[in-house]
């Protein structure tokens, strides 16, 4: 894949996507283009982003052509895997000075080989970094020559740091697919019920909790696009009757172009809260249009739901009426109010970066009128809202983890990093759980509490402390 | 003694090395008032900033120049200037560390010279301290680039000082990065019970141990501070501790005549005893009652303890200095030394008494730890563990599967008694294992 400014400035206009809509000369597209500031700029770059796309593949290698910086946090991405566990091994060149100097393509050549001989891996996926990028390494030669070397396949992938954010990244991850992977061979059989999920990491194992639902329907999952993914399948993916986009405005360019080059229709959906879950299951089955199928769905939802009233009772009771500030970008930022109101839990602020123009629509309908809908904040900002709001609690990525730890404010972490499903009707369960877990914790009493040496008035305000107790129903 | 091998091979599989930037940052977050600044992508700082999050379990301040692709091919000297001037606007930092990275040293960035100019420009930066260190990811390792940095801040921080000023209580304590905050902090017990003031360089005791402040700060809220390492060459003496802080204990010497020594241990019986009798000469103090009662508790432990130590054979997964102090310790147990791999280059790595020493990265090391009775690295070696079924000791970074790692202290008779502890109860659990199933 040859990365151009045209392919970014194509990427960036994403036409399907709706940041790029009735938006018109400099304005355009301000999210997605949008330069990271010195100084101030937080989170991955593009090569962070093409990796949390591409590696949850799990039965292919993952070989960064960069210095170790590029490979620190190796190993230790999120997504689970239900079988082979080569994703987790890191590989790198590891460029040193003398690389730099003389260039790096001979030592990835080598390295390509090396990594087939000694692993065997189904195919490999090579990254380039900033200084690759910068010394000149022609990464798509040096991977055709391997791959012709070797007999299987070796997909470039050319998301140096510099070219953007993680996001770009995530796009430029969709477009190597797309342009070495999806369509390269055919599955064995199809069925009218044969879907993709596009934009789904299976981040702490989630996924599993939606796939048996789909099971349960008789919808056959052909490319899971990444999650807990083998390469082959996406290989198969131009043969899906429906694609599902879940979660995620990222992989949009990949929705979109399948639909232009192999007619497949593409569907927004969300995996968190009752509602959207209800609503995906309905708008898969509808798209693949079997009568049957929607009978089944209505029937398996109604069955869902029930079960899940009677699992969520305990947790509905404790948690209602408690506030949180939501700090998160693009479509969690309503897809999790949703949540938090099937629970009873009232959202006082959310953010809107990221966020499209529906799904700032969305937030405000969800939000209602006091709601505070915030942008790109700084973590003081966030601790002044979390305080003027009265929330009880800050719901936010594990970066803001610490700020709120900090300031003895409960917190739940939704994004990659996190240990815990969230996604499906079982996920609703699990994150009720963590919710109350984290409320209703006895420590907030004790950290809030000042020493006794330290209360000058009011001695009689000591009270013993109320332990965490186990809530009857566990439903897993 | 050790012969040092780094095999020949163009992939490294597994790494075990982390990178100079990151080493240089956490160097830089033991000062107080500190943000670090990396010149590099945004990704360099994040990426360093997930790994100290998850190792440290806290809020970690690190700021990025954010080098896109234009501003690499022009240069990044507008970059610098705007965060700095950025970070003194929003954060109000006390001290700015300016570390390089991969990217910014390939393009070639003349960093003194854009500082010289942007302080040209800004005469209000006058009063900011801007510590640069050259850090590029495509040399060394973590433990390089916090040795880079901590040479940079004695090299540039302290101020000119007269020999015969000289603080006859006043050391300076440079900790390598083997040294964990809680280290630290027995240190500065340690050394202080002499009536010995101490200036930590850096002082990740303050820092980076974990306790709550009463309120939001986007700088490190404690740490070295700027007036300390003012007065460092007001020194009586600089203790070095780990082979890697020799650098800048020479910088000392030569700048102000301040005499260092340097030691490469401060776990076990020996190596505790070699500390406290050095700092009973330079204070003049005899060891406190405390350190002498301490040292028969530790006695008492190793008569306990080194049935279960002797002839074991473990595997080591560490940057050099604490390659070298474990290995020092272990051995002074009567445990075997199986396989030892490190990171970068160290004179210590020769002169370890083991047979041979590798440079190289986990795939070496799990194929030389087969058949030893436990493994020491950081927390990507739980995988190798569980592959070869042989318990593991997390020690290193980073560590994300385990708490306390701000706390854990190892040094002093102390913490050589915690190590006895945990490392035994590993050998003491696998025999009664042994014993059950029979």
């Known amino acids: ?476 | 003694m050790a012969i040092v091998t780094t095999p020949q091979k163009s992939v490294v599989v597994n790494p075990l090395k982390q990178s100079q930037p990151l080493g240089a940052a956490l160097a830089f977050l033991g000062l107080k008032g500190m943000i670090p600044l990396m010149h590099g992508s945004q990704g360099c700082t994040a990426f360093a900033k997930v790994v100290l999050v998850r190792h440290f379990r806290e809020a970690i301040p690190l700021s990025t120049t954010a080098m896109t692709e234009v501003s690499t091919i022009l240069g990044g000297e507008e970059n610098v200037e705007q965060a700095i001037l950025t970070l003194v606007q929003k954060s109000k930092p006390e001290i700015i560390g300016l570390c390089t990275t991969g990217l910014t040293e390939t393009r070639g960035d003349d960093m003194e010279g854009f500082l010289k100019e942007i302080r040209q420009r800004h005469p209000e930066l006058d009063e900011m301290p801007i510590v640069l260190v050259s850090s590029p990811d495509f040399k060394g390792s973590l433990q390089d680039g916090f040795a880079a940095a901590v040479e940079s801040i004695v090299r540039e921080l302290p101020q000119k000082s007269d020999r015969r000023d000289a603080c006859p209580t006043q050391i300076t304590i440079l900790a390598s990065s083997a040294f964990t905050p809680g280290d630290v902090q027995e240190i500065k017990e340690i050394v202080t019970a002499f009536g010995l003031k101490p200036i930590v360089v850096p002082d990740l005791s303050a820092s980076l141990d974990g306790h709550l402040e009463d309120s939001y700060s986007a700088i490190t809220a404690s740490g070295t501070t700027l007036t300390d390492l003012r007065q460092i060459g007001s020194s009586l003496f600089t203790l070095a501790l780990g082979e890697s802080m020799r650098g800048a204990a020479q910088i000392l010497e030569k700048q102000f005549g301040i005499p260092y020594e340097v030691f490469g241990e401060l776990t076990g019986l020996e190596a505790v005893d070699k500390f406290l009798q050095a700092l009973a000469d330079i204070s003049g103090h005899s060891v406190p009652e405390k350190y002498r009662y301490q040292r028969r508790q530790l006695q008492d432990a190793m008569l306990d303890t080194h049935f279960y130590f002797g002839c074991k054979r473990v595997s080591l997964a560490l940057e050099p200095d604490l390659l070298w102090s474990t290995a020092y310790f272990l051995l002074s147990m009567g445990t075997q030394i199986h396989a030892a791999v490190t990171t970068t280059r160290s004179p210590l790595l020769e002169q370890l008494p083991v047979k041979s020493v590798t440079i190289g990265d986990l795939e070496d090391f799990e194929q030389l730890a087969v058949e030893s009775d436990l493994l020491i690295g950081n927390s990507h070696t739980a995988a190798i563990a569980k592959r070869l079924k042989i318990p593991l000791y997390r020690q290193g970074i980073p560590i994300f599967d385990r708490v306390g790692n701000g706390q854990f202290n190892k040094v002093g008779y102390r913490g050589t008694m915690q190590l006895l502890f945990d490392i035994g109860n590993l050998f003491l659990e696998q025999e009664e294992s042994l014993v059950i199933g029979h």
Not at chain 1, 134 to 154: Q, R
Not at chain 1, 167 to 193: D, K, M, Q, S, W
């Open chain 1, 1 to 476: 894949m040859k990365i151009t400014q045209g392919k970014i400035n194509e990427l960036l206009t994403e036409p399907g996507c709706e940041h790029n809509h009735q938006k018109h000369g400099e304005k355009k597209n301000k999210s997605c283009a949008q330069q990271p500031k010195p100084g101030a700029a937080q989170g991955g770059c593009a090569f962070d982003g093409a990796m949390i796309a591409l590696v949850p593949i799990t039965d292919a290698a993952h070989l960064v052509h960069g210095p170790i910086a590029c490979s620190g946090t190796w190993g230790s991405r999120g997504s689970l895997s239900s079988g082979p566990m080569l994703y987790k091994t890191g590989f790198t060149t590891d460029m040193d000075e003398n690389d730099v100097i003389f260039g790096g393509e001979k030592k990835l050549y080598k390295a390509i080989l090396e990594v087939e001989e000694r692993y065997k891996p189904t195919a490999v996926f090579v990254y380039s970094t900033c200084v690759t990028a910068l010394i000149g390494d022609d990464l798509e030669a040096v991977c055709k020559a391997a791959a012709k070397k070797i007999n299987i396949p070796v997909v470039p992938v050319n998301t140096p740091g510099f070219v953007g954010s993680k996001n770009l990244g995530n796009r430029l991850g969709g477009e190597a697919l797309l342009e070495y992977v999806v369509g390269t061979a055919e599955p064995e059989f199809t069925t009218p019920y044969d879907i993709n999920l596009i934009g789904e990491y299976n981040i702490a194992g989630e996924m599993w909790n939606v796939l048996s639902l789909l099971e349960k329907l008789g919808i056959r999952v052909l490319a899971k696009i990444t999650g807990d993914a083998r390469y082959n399948e996406i290989c198969h993916a131009h043969r899906a009757k429906l694609n599902v986009m879940i979660c995620s405005k990222a992989l949009l360019n990949m929705a979109r172009k399948m639909e232009e080059r192999y007619s497949i229709p593409y569907i927004e959906e969300s995996f968190y809260g009752i509602e959207d879950i209800n609503r995906c299951l309905r708008n898969i089955a509808a798209k693949l249009g079997d009568p049957d199928l929607l009978h089944r769905t209505e029937k398996l939802i109604a069955e869902e739901n029930a079960a899940l009233d009677i699992a969520l009772a305990p947790y509905r009771a404790r948690l209602k009426g408690k506030r949180v500030v939501l700090y998160t970008g693009g479509v969690k930022s309503w897809s999790i109010i949703s949540a938090a109101k099937d629970l009873g839990i009232e959202v006082v602020a959310t953010s809107a970066r990221k966020s499209t123009e529906e799904d700032k629509a969305r937030i405000k309908r969800l939000l209602g009128k006091d709601g505070i809908v915030l942008e790109q904040e700084s973590p003081k900002e966030i601790l002044r809202i979390v305080k003027e709001t009265q929330a009880d609690m800050l719901i936010a990525g594990g970066r803001n983890q610490y700020t709120a730890l900090k300031a003895r404010i409960p917190f739940l972490d939704i994004n990659q990093e996190r240990h815990h499903p969230y996604a499906g009707y079982a996920g609703m369960v699990e994150m009720a759980r963590e919710l109350y877990e984290a409320l209703y914790s006895p420590v907030w009493e004790q950290v809030r509490k000042p020493a006794p040496w330290e209360v000058t008035i009011d001695e009689d305000s000591y009270s013993p402390i109320s332990p965490l107790s186990p809530l009857p129903q566990e439903v897993r």
